[in-house]
Nanobody, 116 residues
Framework: QVQLVESGGGLVQAGGSLRLSCAAS????????MAWYRQAPGKQRELVAD???????NYADSVKGRFNISRDNSKNTVYLQMNSLKPEDTAVYYC??????????WGQGTQVTVSS
């Protein structure tokens, strides 16, 4: 059973930066696709960024040029570096792991609040 534990959320002023981390248990991290999603109050969960097992990345238009997703397979950890944060980035951020396009796992979420 895979467990994902996010950390790094918090309160930051607009224009500031945060780095989220997601540590995964198990031995299948390196062959998994990883992603960060977010959900703001009253809104649907949306994809922020994802990274394949080979390191290819994809970003939502709203975060391109500001956020960077990366992974460290030696630490079973995926990161989301968030720069130039805006109030509209306020949400609960969730880590997601997909194994071979089949099994799907989620973390418990970490709150990011950006004040104006």
């Amino acid at each position: 059973q895979v467990q994902l534990v996010e950390s790094g959320g918090g309160l930051v002023q607009a224009g500031g930066s945060l780095r989220l981390s997601c540590a995964a248990s198990g031995s299948i991290f390196s062959i998994s696709a990883m992603a960060w999603y977010r959900q703001a109050p009253g809104k649907q969960r949306e994809l922020v960024a994802d990274i394949t097992s080979g390191g290819s990345t994809n970003y939502a238009d709203s975060v391109k040029g500001r956020f960077n997703i990366s992974r460290d397979n030696s630490k079973n950890t995926v990161y989301l570096q968030m720069n130039s944060l805006k109030p509209e980035d306020t949400a609960v951020y969730y880590c997601n792991q997909v194994v071979l396009g089949m099994d799907d796992y989620w973390g418990q979420g970490t709150q990011v609040t950006v004040s104006s």
